[in-house]
């Protein structure tokens, strides 16, 4: 029984022996704060670490994505592009690029990373408005999740080139009813012969646009995303089945494509490829975790609502979050902390919400504290911050304010 919350963990019993090994502050031989290193194998360390996570996270190479655009606008003062690349499966990829008007010099760029949000109908749709008529379901999910506004829109604003992809199963890149099986489909919804799709070989690049329009004569459109979305989240288990046995994890398929929109973002014209960030909520924190802790392109980044400890992973809230956060075996060398602390000495913001449900607040303190020692231990310990605001699981206007002004200061 926990002493704090007074709930038993996750297994009961035999949760105990699976936490043993997470049960000191800090745990792992590839832990930079591990004793066998010391402040000058910095370097070294890196190599070591990420040498290891590359390993287990097994994800694939894919080639320099080629992207084309399919359309281009002004709105609300940005310069706005849909671009469109093919990966070595499944749909291709959208992603829109901002970039504010009349502005000729290379800009910082921002990958910003969209959420997770029990949500796939909708990916990078969540964090951006290209016209004054988006979706209600959309201005709904920004409104309880983001203060309201589409903050890539803001960011752009500021002086930024902000792309903003889609990734597997999420909008362009989802899993269609038509993909899989169906018996699939009917273990999963109660009556699957409502559901209606494009046309086969429809290739339209708005496919979100197209269903949408699809639905609209016949039942509601939020009821149709609505059963999308428990499609999508029971089908989770199923996917993440497959990648494990076809020998992939699947955060090493997603930190493929955020490496592949990474790489479209620093050839872009407009772009300085030295100045690249990243950022993301929930979903978009871990992947703003892995992505800046493995690659050495992201000069600064920015985690919102995703720090904690493996342990409280294991001992309460692994069945709050989505597969697409497990890299087996990597729990007995690193922390989740050590991840992020990939980036160091670099510039990482962690965001945190103090009443957030996914979350132990303790465990994320732990988190906290890996961090600040080890960008202490590497003698940069004011390159990394880290914020407590109070609320629920979120990345209102006072956080997002607090992120632009933190890439304002570093790029």
């Known amino acids: 029984m926990d002493k704090q919350t007074g709930k038993s963990p996750l297994l009961g019993l035999y949760s105990d022996f699976l936490s043993r090994t997470h049960a000191g502050e800090i745990s792992g031989d590839l832990s930079f704060l591990n004793v066998r290193f010391s402040a000058s194998d910095a370097d070294s360390w890196k190599i070591e670490a990420r040498s290891l996570f590359d390993k287990l996270v097994?994800?694939?190479?894919?080639?320099?994505?080629?992207?084309?655009?399919?359309?281009?606008?002004?709105?609300?003062?940005?310069?706005?592009?849909?671009?469109?690349?093919?990966?070595?499966?499944?749909?291709a990829t959208e992603a829109l690029y901002l970039?504010?008007?009349?502005?000729?010099?290379?800009?910082?760029?921002?990958?910003?990373?969209?959420?997770?949000?029990?949500?796939?109908?909708?990916?990078?749709?969540?964090?951006?408005?290209?016209?004054?008529?988006?979706?209600?379901?959309?201005?709904?999910?920004?409104?309880?999740?983001y203060g309201g506004r589409p903050w890539a829109n803001e960011l752009a604003k500021r002086g930024y080139a902000v792309l903003v992809h889609d990734i597997f199963p999420f909008e362009s890149r989802r899993i269609l009813f038509s993909d899989v099986p169906g018996r699939v489909v009917d273990q999963m919804l109660s009556h699957p012969e409502e559901i209606h799709e494009p046309e086969p070989g429809d290739t339209d690049a708005s496919r979100s646009s197209r269903i949408l329009e699809a639905m609209g004569d016949t039942f509601d459109t939020i009821?149709?995303?609505?059963?999308?979305?428990?499609?999508?989240?029971?089908?989770?288990?199923?996917?993440?089945?497959?990648?494990?046995?076809?020998?992939?994890?699947?955060?090493?398929?997603?930190?493929?494509?955020?490496?592949?929109?990474l790489s479209v973002l620093g050839s872009l014209p407009g772009v300085d490829p030295m100045r690249l960030g990243c950022c993301g909520l929930s979903l978009g924190g871990l992947r703003s975790d892995y992505l800046a802790g493995s690659?050495?392109?992201?000069?600064?980044?920015?985690?919102?609502?995703?720090?904690?400890?493996?342990?409280?992973?294991?001992?309460?809230?692994?069945?709050?979050?989505?597969?697409?956060?497990?890299?087996?075996?990597?729990?007995?060398?690193?922390?989740?902390?050590?991840?992020?602390?990939?980036?160091a000495p670099k510039p990482a913001l962690v965001i945190n919400a103090t009443d957030d449900p996914l979350f132990s607040f303790d465990e994320v303190k732990r988190g906290q504290r890996i961090l600040e020692k080890t960008y202490a231990k590497m003698g940069y310990p004011d390159n990394f911050t880290m914020t407590h605001y109070p609320g629920g699981h979120r990345f209102d206007v006072p956080m997002q304010e607090q992120v632009f002004t933190y890439f304002d200061n570093f790029l």
């Open 58 to 91: 097994c994800s694939p190479q894919y080639p320099q994505p080629a992207p084309k655009i399919l359309w281009e606008k002004q709105y609300d003062g940005l310069d706005i592009s849909l671009l469109q690349w093919q990966l070595p499966f499944g749909r």
């Open 99 to 145: 970039r504010p008007s009349g502005v000729q010099e290379n800009l910082p760029g921002i990958l910003a990373l969209h959420d997770h949000g029990n949500n796939k109908f909708h990916g990078k749709s969540k964090i951006v408005q290209t016209d004054a008529q988006t979706h209600e379901s959309i201005l709904s999910y920004q409104e309880d999740y």
């Open 295 to 343: 690659t050495e392109a992201i000069q600064c980044s920015a985690t919102i609502g995703f720090m904690t400890t493996w342990r409280d992973l294991i001992q309460k809230t692994a069945v709050d979050h989505t597969w697409m956060l497990y890299i087996p075996y990597l729990s007995q060398h690193m922390e989740f902390a050590d991840i992020l602390a990939m980036h």
């Open 223 to 261: 009821q149709y995303i609505d059963r999308y979305n428990a499609f999508a989240r029971e089908l989770e288990s199923t996917i993440a089945k497959v990648i494990f046995t076809a020998g992939y994890t699947w955060p090493g398929l997603t930190l493929a494509e955020d490496r592949a929109a």
